[in-house]
């Protein structure tokens, strides 16, 4: 079975600290997918990083893919309220139509 | 620009009624369709996926079905619902074939089942 750990499960900081989320496997990856859901709505992707070792930044956010493609990490620089959300990663083979899903990283950050 | 529909957006349901969940995608065609339930604040668990008119594969045996009659219409369904029915329905569709492609999600449906 392959499974994405995602760490923490929840995280609740103040408006300009700084955060990490992470995403583990044992399973190797073509690619890894990382999503923000806000409550009501379906999620929406941020970033695909598909090369070992892949820094991507997006604005204050900042993903990184493992050499190894197995592991994943979100850090995200003087959070603001608006950063509030579920983020989510998606591991994706190319040998398939699915993604392997996390179960999410609650986040708030309080103004 | 390619736009995905779900509907209901929210259903209350009682205990053994039947389901019928519709999702359709405008703007591109042949595109993989999924459906997903979500459990509050949590993960998504995929629960059918199909790549093609009339092509099912599904993931979690249960109660639920789901049925592709057109390219871009997709339909969960249930005869009888249960109590562990309840949760958040997620239609999505994706462009390509394999796992990295990116995964468009509709707005959900928020089914309570009482």
């Known amino acids: 079975t392959q499974l994405l750990e995602q760490s923490p499960q929840f995280l609740s900081i103040q408006e300009g600290e700084n955060l990490t989320v992470y995403c583990n496997s044992s399973?190797?990856?073509?690619?890894l997918q990382w999503y923000r859901q806000e409550p009501g709505e379906g999620p929406v992707l941020l970033v695909t990083v598909v090369t070992g070792g892949e820094v991507k930044k997006l604005k204050r956010l900042t993903f990184q893919f493992g050499d190894a493609r197995k592991d994943s990490s979100l850090h995200i620089t003087a959070a603001q309220p608006g950063d509030t959300g579920l983020y989510l990663c998606?591991?994706?083979?190319?040998?398939?139509?699915?993604?392997?899903w996390g179960a999410g990283t609650k986040l708030i950050i309080k103004p | 620009s390619q736009t995905i529909h779900q509907w209901p957006a929210t259903l209350v349901q009682p205990v053994g009624s039947p389901l019928s969940l519709e999702c359709t995608v405008e703007g591109t065609s042949n595109p993989n369709l999924y459906w997903y339930r979500q459990a509050a604040g949590r993960g998504l668990q995929l629960l059918f996926y199909s790549v093609g008119i009339g092509q099912i594969s599904s993931e979690v045996p249960q109660n639920l079905s789901a049925s592709r009659p057109q390219d871009r219409q997709f339909i969960l369904s249930s005869k009888k619902l249960l109590l562990s029915d309840s949760g958040f329905y997620l239609c999505a569709w994706s462009e390509g074939p394999v796992g990295r492609d990116t995964q468009y999600f509709g707005p959900g449906t928020r089914l309570t089942v009482l």
């Open positions: 998606a591991g994706g083979k190319d040998s398939n139509y699915q993604l392997i």
């Open positions: 399973s190797v990856f073509s690619s």
